[in-house]
């Protein structure tokens, strides 16, 4: 029911009122009223208050909450994929290449190394934190990028590759972006007893970080 409202919502030219998309999917007024606001409440919807067309001032009655589909995507994967943040540093490079007349792997490499030095520095909370802390912060920022780092002895393997089907494809560019972007991030953490390093392997991220 959740699904057909959402659609309907998204097929219609303007804002949509409850009354009208209860309608338009058959329910009854209140069921549409509670999917409606758990559609908006999940981020896929948003709302406005608009008084019915021709009508103003005293005696218009109040507004109508009228719905319509929210302006930011939503993308949901498993094992998690991360072909958006792919898709910024690529274009990234690409403009960096034209700009420099540069090779776009060369480009490629150095803005995901920044983009990681970026996301590793602004997660580092004390320069004065153990090798064993910094280590921590670093799983963490993996983590958070979807790679599903574990400890292997000394070493953190990660498990996922976010650009799994990109690394298919082409795996010298996207295996050479992986390993840029987490040394940027063991740089921008301070992890200096971390060493990324590339080992392809068919069944996780190419990028191991030796202890």
Known sequence: MRRALYRFVVASPAPVGREHAAGGVGVAHHVAKFHLDRLVVDGLLAFEYRRPSGRSGPGAGRPA?????????????LPERRYRFAGQLLVDAISTARREKRPIEACVRRVAATAGRSVGAEARVNRRSSATQLKSTVVDVLSGHGYQPRADGRD?????????????????????????????????????????????????CCVRLKG
């Open 65 to 77: 909450k009228l719905y319509r589909p929210a302006d930011t995507g939503l993308e949901v994967s």
């Open 156 to 204: 953190v393997v990660l498990d996922n590759c976010p650009f799994h089907a990109l690394a298919g494809q082409d795996p010298d560019l996207v295996c050479g972006m992986n390993l840029a972007f987490v040394e940027g991030v063991v740089d921008g953490v301070g992890a200096t007893k971390l060493c990324p390093r590339l080992e392809p392997d068919q069944a996780r």
